[in-house]
């Protein structure tokens, strides 16, 4: 069963130097081109898919044609929203939401920047939300509150009734189509399937020549584009001659309010059926590799013992450029191998002079 790790202290501890490490021509860039990268806001939408599964929540749906057909216009903008219970700060909600984006809004260029994307999500006009609400929530705040939605429909609940699972919607002239066809989504009600949260240990770096470490946040749509291209790339490398393995390192989960970021992380994996591990840094990775990091997704590689290998290697690619990349790696990789234990075979076969053995 896939693993979400919370801690991983072990390998901070091992790359959390390796910002100063030397690259080739191919892994530098510029900070400046970093900082003035722009894209539509289309771009930090969440893709479109064909089924939208949610193991976590035991809930999967489909989009209407008219929906999806906004979402691709970029008419409507669409991510995962999670709350939290104050006094326990467990889950109250998780629910996929969909919001509107006036024209001026479409055209903007907008800076890769979280927060800024963040402030519009929380003022834009809602279109609705597919989600599951804790019952006890429910009964301490009503669901229009919870939604700011004039229609909440329920559409089931748990066997317990712990979950209780809504859609719920505004009217927008703009996009009715979308709304009328938004409001007509079958959901399927199933069994939650809880996620296990591991401990990160050695065996993350040591079982593998060479690891694919990939650097994304959950807000930006390259890095979700290329999660699913990784998830090939780690199917397909499982069965190679020399597997390697891929981890992704969540990095909006380093900002100080990061539950709502896991409980995407999580999702995103479920979704996507990702089988590799996601990763949380903590203040030593951030202070060490990660520092400076603006740009993702960003990539790089690490050998068995937590060394940094190779390049790196700065936004998304598709499967078969990092089939080409890895296999350029792992023969670099080779190459560096068989290069140290030809250097340390002479080291040990070299005689001792009389001027060293006297010394001792």
């Not at 790359?15 to 539509?40: V, W």
């Not at 590799?276 to 951030?286: A, E, G």
């Not at 080779?334 to 010394?359: L, Q, R």
């Amino acid at each position: 069963m896939r693993q979400f790790f919370i801690k991983i202290m072990f390998i901070c501890l091992l790359i959390s130097g390796l910002a100063s490490c030397n690259t080739t021509e191919q892994g530098t860039f510029s900070k400046t081109q970093e900082k003035t990268e722009t894209y539509r806001l289309s771009a930090f939408s969440m893709p479109l898919q064909t089924e939208y599964i949610y193991d976590y929540l035991g809930m999967k749906f489909q989009l209407g044609e008219e929906v999806n057909r906004a979402i691709e216009e970029g008419k409507l903008f669409m991510y995962l929203d999670a709350g939290y219970e104050q006094s326990t700060q467990e889950l109250a909600y998780a629910r996929q939401a969909i919001l509107y984006v006036p024209k001026e809004d479409r055209e903007k260029d907008w800076e890769n920047d979280t927060e800024k994307v963040k402030q519009w999500r929380e003022q834009a006009q809602k279109l609705g939300y597919i989600g599951a609400y804790k019952r006890d929530i429910l009964e301490e705040t009503d669901i229009t509150i919870l939604t700011g939605c004039t229609e909440n429909k329920n559409i089931g609940e748990t066997p317990d009734g712990t979950w209780q699972y809504y859609i719920s919607s505004n009217n927008i002239s703009e996009v009715q189509p979308a709304v009328e066809r938004f409001r007509k989504t079958l959901v399927t009600i199933y069994e939650m399937t809880p996620f296990v949260e591991g401990v990160s240990t050695k065996e993350i770096f040591s079982s593998y020549d060479l690891t694919l470490v990939n650097i994304f946040t959950t807000w930006a749509s390259p890095c979700l584009q290329e999660i699913k291209e990784l998830e090939q790339v780690y199917q397909q490398q499982a069965t190679s001659e020399h597997p390697i393995n891929i981890i992704g390192i969540v990095y909006d989960a380093s900002q100080n309010d990061n539950r709502e970021v896991i409980e995407l992380a999580k999702m995103i994996q479920t979704e996507f059926n990702i089988t590799y591990d996601f990763i949380l840094p903590d203040n030593i990775l951030m202070e060490g590799r990660l520092k400076g990091v603006t740009a993702f997704p960003e990539t790089f590689f690490v050998d068995r013992e937590g060394n940094m290998v190779g390049n790196y290697y700065l936004g998304a690619r598709p499967k078969e450029d990092w089939l080409e990349v890895i296999e350029q790696e792992l023969e670099a990789l080779k190459g560096e191998n068989n290069s140290a234990e030809k250097t340390n075979t002479e080291i040990e076969t070299e005689p001792i002079s009389d001027t060293e053995s006297s010394t001792d």
